[in-house]
């Protein structure tokens, strides 16, 4: 018996390292005219290295207890940046204290009670009940790091800024050419939606080749893009990785998620897995979608 051709197609998605989950998606892979890519673990690798560690002066802290701090608060975290945070003070040879309380915000940092005192690390404009950083000593700080295009965290004690940290990440290999095929597919350059500051968010959408960048995004603001995208009778196609692009996921025609790098919960709400993390099986498996439909029809 031959294989009715969007089962084909679903198998053949398969052996391109892309898991669509139904046959539905298939068909609706072929309708996908917009593109909207995340940045951090999506279009770059999601293994940022921590190039600045800068404690206030008022403070009182050095750098190693700057690190240290952070690092405590992030240690339960799965995010890249704490990854990347918890690394950095581990090569430093530095002894992390146990954290209690902890608790994360999508797109936005994370809290913990660390030594009986409230340490947030996150996004320079602080979660809600935060102040945002103070002028003009942090805002200098965060700006002179956002300047040279790296991602900032500012970390806080019992809400006090004592410092911030600068991260650089780097651009999945392939992935220029990958925006130069999903543009020349749809007919429309990628979108890229993050919720990192808008420098390092233009430093690499550069290097991709992308130029319509959306950046400082909550989670709900990418939902709010998707919304104004598909209002407009596009049919978008977001791919993700992170717990904070899940609701994007699931409000796009079609969520893709990174499979071996993503969250549980992009795994779960996406339409399909990009298995081994190749942004480049994105056009491919749009293609052969698009040519099971002509079968099809
Ligand atoms: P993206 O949309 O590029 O994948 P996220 O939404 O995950 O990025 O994060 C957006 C911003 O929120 C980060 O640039 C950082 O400032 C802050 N942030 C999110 N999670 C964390 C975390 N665990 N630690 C520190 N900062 C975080
Ligand atoms: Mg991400």
């Known amino acids: 018996a031959t294989m009715p051709p969007l089962l084909a197609a679903i198998a053949n998605a398969g052996r391109h390292g892309v898991l669509v989950k139904s046959a539905v998606v298939m068909?609706?892979?072929?309708?996908?005219?917009?593109?909207a890519l995340d940045k951090t673990g999506t279009l770059t690798e999601g293994t940022p290295q921590v190039t600045d560690v800068r404690p206030?002066?008022?403070?009182?802290?050095?750098?190693?207890?700057?690190?240290?701090?952070?690092?405590?608060?992030?240690?339960?975290?799965?995010?890249?940046?704490a990854r990347a945070i918890v690394a950095a003070a581990r090569e430093r040879g530095l002894e992390l204290r146990t954290a209690e309380h902890f608790a994360s915000v999508p797109g936005v940092g994370v809290t913990a009670t660390v030594a009986g005192r409230g340490v947030s690390v996150g996004a320079p404009a602080g979660l809600p009940e935060e102040a945002p950083v103070r002028e003009p000593e942090e805002g200098m700080l965060v700006r002179e790091l956002a300047g040279g295009?790296?991602?900032?965290?500012?970390?806080?004690?019992?809400?006090?800024?004592?410092?911030?940290?600068?991260?650089?990440?780097r651009l999945r290999p392939g992935a220029a050419a990958t925006v130069a095929s999903l543009t020349q597919l749809t007919g429309t350059a990628p979108t890229l939606l993050t919720g990192d500051n808008p420098r390092a968010a233009a430093r690499l959408a550069a290097e991709a080749g992308i130029q319509?960048?959306?950046?400082?995004l909550l989670p709900e603001h990418k939902v709010e893009a998707v919304r104004e995208w598909e209002g407009a009778g596009r049919k978008v196609l977001v791919v993700g990785d992170g717990v904070n692009d899940a609701p994007a996921l699931a409000a796009a025609h079609i969520g893709v998620a990174m499979g071996r790098s993503g969250s549980d919960l992009a795994l779960e709400t996406a339409d399909a897995v990009i298995v081994r993390d190749e942004l480049a099986t994105v056009p491919a498996v749009l293609a052969l979608a698009r040519?099971?439909?002509?079968?099809?029809?």
């Open 149 to 169: 295009g790296r991602t900032v965290v500012v970390v806080r004690i019992d809400g006090v800024p004592v410092g911030a940290l600068g991260l650089a990440d």
């Open 56 to 81: 206030l002066a008022e403070s009182g802290l050095d750098e190693e207890e700057l690190l240290a701090t952070a690092a405590a608060a992030e240690h339960p975290s799965e995010h890249p940046l």
């Open 212 to 216: 319509d960048v959306r950046a400082g």
């Open 291 to 297: 040519r099971a439909r002509r079968i099809v029809v």
């Open 27 to 35: 068909e609706r892979l072929a309708q996908v005219d917009a593109i």
